[in-house]
């Protein structure tokens, strides 16, 4: 017996080892997610449902939104061995410059009803990343005041608005900023039908009621940083236009009347003419408007289907990124936007020839879970696993990565 105690003791000694209390209560919470799934669970418990439900959800019935993350899962790898792993770069290029590894932070609206350093946080972090940001022209921080934070690459996202002084201006101002690209949506004539939204009568900024009181009780810390921060509004066009955000709007019906449904290529002529750089459109969803962009003289195609949010039949982004590289790659970029959450999706898209890829929602989960930190996490996340996925895959550099490494299991 007496000599049971001690080797139990050793034992025990060699066996239990307690992790170092985190008391940073944002570190914490960053250290128990495993994935950007995670993160969405965490940033739907910690968001008003329906902050949550704007960011998070899709158009009418969200088949496209779902098909965008499930057609990812439905191609699997074609992995080689033996190919000496010792060192994987996922070094790319977008639009001509080097990147660490290719992937853009997407333009993403009213972006501070996630966290009150919104776009500001967003753009830091892909500084820091070596990435390329992009502000939306909905964003809740104006060209100025990203480009006071950021010396990093960015891109300015525009809507194509009825009022043709306002666009010219919002496109010049963002050239006087330093922002080095312009990329034009297209797929928003109308707004798409968000039926989460319409539940819940949801309004950008988000209307103060009896529900949203009742929610801000049990979500005291984003109810109190959204209640001191400064008030929001759509921060490019603030001044410019009768509704530009400081007050509480259908999303809907501002777009409608805001946006010029009568956009048309030779208005992407136009826009073309006030910019000194490279242009894109984001929204192609077919083969032959991307090569109709090639015919145009762009620059490239964000492949797009606006996160589900619009069409709800639309095309999964990642089924057309083969068929338009077989058509336009090496003349475009052709940048895959929608649904990918893993850093095995960003090696799919690249094998089948996407020049890079776009994060919206991953990082909007990022923002609303841990603020700047969390943006940074899944940067890190994704960069990660991309270069994991590549050396599993048997690919030590992105111009390795082929269709031969990947199959369609449909």
């Not at 994987?88 to 997407?106: R, W």
């Not at 919002?170 to 039926?195: K, P, Q, S, W, Y």
């Not at 991953?362 to 590549?390: C, F, N």
Request: glycine content about 10%; proline content about 4%; overall charge negative.
């Amino acid at each position: 017996m007496r000599i049971v105690v001690p080797m139990v003791i050793d034992t025990l000694r060699s066996v239990l080892q307690f992790r170092r209390i985190e008391f940073n209560a944002t570190k914490r919470r960053l250290q128990s997610a495993a994935s950007i799934e995670d993160l969405r669970r965490m940033a739907r418990r910690r968001l008003p449902g329906g902050v949550f439900d704007y960011i998070d959800g899709g158009a009418e019935d969200e088949v496209a939104l779902d098909r965008n993350t499930r057609a990812f899962r439905e191609l699997e790898f074609v992995p080689r061995v033996l190919r000496d792993m010792g060192s994987v770069d996922t070094t790319g290029t977008i639009l001509g410059g080097e990147v660490p590894f290719p992937l853009i932070l997407a333009p993403t609206g009213f972006t501070r009803i996630a966290d009150p350093a919104g776009e500001l946080a967003a753009a830091r972090a892909a500084e820091r990343a070596g990435l390329p940001y992009s502000l939306s022209t909905m964003g809740t921080r104006s060209v100025e005041e990203v480009a006071a934070v950021c010396g990093g690459a960015k891109w300015f996202q525009v809507y194509v608005w009825r009022d043709r002084g306002l666009l010219k201006d919002m496109i010049l101002r963002a050239a006087e900023a330093g922002f080095e690209v312009l990329c034009i949506t297209v797929d928003a004539a109308m707004l798409g039908r968000r039926e989460r939204d319409v539940r819940r009568g949801f309004t950008l900024p988000p209307k103060v009621g009896l529900g949203t009181l009742m929610e801000a009780m049990i979500r005291p810390s984003w109810s109190l940083r959204f209640a001191f921060s400064e008030p929001m509004s759509f921060a490019n066009v603030a001044g410019n236009t009768d509704i530009d955000g400081t007050t509480a709007v259908d999303l809907a019906a501002f777009m409608n009347t805001q946006f010029d449904p009568t956009l048309s290529w030779d208005d992407v002529e136009w826009m073309r003419s006030l910019w000194d750089g490279p242009v894109l459109i984001k929204g192609v969803q077919s083969v032959a408007d991307a090569q109709i962009a090639r015919a145009s003289g762009l620059d490239g195609v964000v492949l797009s289907n606006h996160g589900g949010r619009q069409l709800d039949a639309a095309p999964a982004v990642i089924d057309l990124v083969e068929p338009v590289a077989e058509k336009v790659g090496g003349d475009l970029d052709i940048v895959c936007d929608g649904g990918v959450r893993r850093g095995g999706d960003i090696v799919k898209a690249l094998a089948l020839g996407a020049t890079a890829c776009m994060i919206g929602r991953p990082y909007l989960y990022g923002l609303a879970v841990a603020g700047e930190q969390g943006v940074d996490w899944v940067i890190e996340h994704l960069h990660t696993s991309m270069k994991r996925d590549m050396a599993l895959c048997g690919a030590s550099s992105v111009a390795e990565l082929t269709p031969e490494l990947v199959h369609r299991t449909r």
